[in-house]
T-cell receptor, first 113, second 107 residues
Framework: NAGVTQTPKFQVLKTGQSMTLQCAQDMNHNSMYWYRQDPGMGLRLIYYSASEGTTDKGEVPNGYNVSRLNKREFSLRLESAAPSQTSVYFC????????????FGPGTRLLVL | KNEVEQSPQNLTAQEEEFITINCSYSVGISALHWLQQHPGGGIVSLFMLSSGKKKHGRLIATINIQEKHSSLHITASHPRDSAVYICAVSSGNQFYFGTGTSLTVIP
């Protein structure tokens, strides 16, 4: 089992460009999450999907959109990247929303110039 | 707003020392989680607990629900324990994270 995978691992964007971060899990988990991690801030929840077909906003959703493509995949889209979105992005999954151990992907480092 | 506070922020220890990292939270929770983040960036879940105490190898996690406090202990610390340890709580429809404790264990 690969667990949680994320692509790309690293990306540089110019302000205003768009991109999609991909996440997939092979553990048959119902719930998936997108976080960003910034120095001194801790991990912050951007969006989550409690189950296939549902998505909800987290603490910092502005500037992002998500799609739960199927049970395995949960993507995060930046429509018009801003320097404030420079961060490390982590995807995670659990069997049930917030009730179980979270499994994290390796992260995507995004630099917006 | 800091729903989860950790202390200390940074910790340096000699190999074999007993280490304690503390976590306090201010919200009602369904569970508390301890995570480990290695220098390469990957995050691994160490414990999830809602009461009492859990042990895994040299790691012990305790929680006091009444005092809204948890501790992570590392016995006989080793340089490979050097990492950032993150406390997180699940509360309602949210997940709150502490800013982490950076641990360095010196041989």
């Amino acid at each position: 089992n690969a667990g949680v995978t994320q692509t790309p691992k690293f990306q540089v964007l110019k302000t205003g460009q768009s991109m999609t971060l991909q996440c997939a899990q092979d553990m048959n988990h119902n719930s998936m999450y997108w976080y960003r991690q910034d120095p001194g801030m801790g991990l912050r929840l951007i969006y989550y999907s409690a189950s296939e077909g549902t998505t909800d906003k987290g603490e910092v959703p502005n500037g992002y959109n998500v799609s739960r493509l199927n049970k395995r995949e949960f993507s995060l889209r930046l429509e018009s990247a801003a320097p404030s979105q420079t961060s490390v992005y982590f995807c995670a999954s659990t069997g049930m929303v917030y009730q179980e151990t979270q499994y994290f992907g390796p992260g995507t480092r995004l630099l917006v110039l | 707003k800091n729903e989860v506070e950790q202390s200390p922020q940074n910790l340096t220890a000699q190999e074999e020392e007993f280490i304690t990292i503390n976590c306090s939270y201010s919200v009602g929770i369904s569970a508390l989680h301890w995570l480990q983040q290695h220098p390469g960036g990957g995050i691994v879940s160490l414990f999830m607990l809602s009461s009492g105490k859990k042990k895994h190898g040299r790691l012990i996690a305790t929680i006091n629900i009444q005092e809204k406090h948890s501790s992570l202990h590392i016995t006989a610390s080793h340089p490979r324990d050097s990492a950032v340890y993150i406390c997180a709580v699940s509360s309602g429809n949210q997940f709150y994270f502490g800013t982490g404790t950076s641990l360095t264990v010196i041989p």
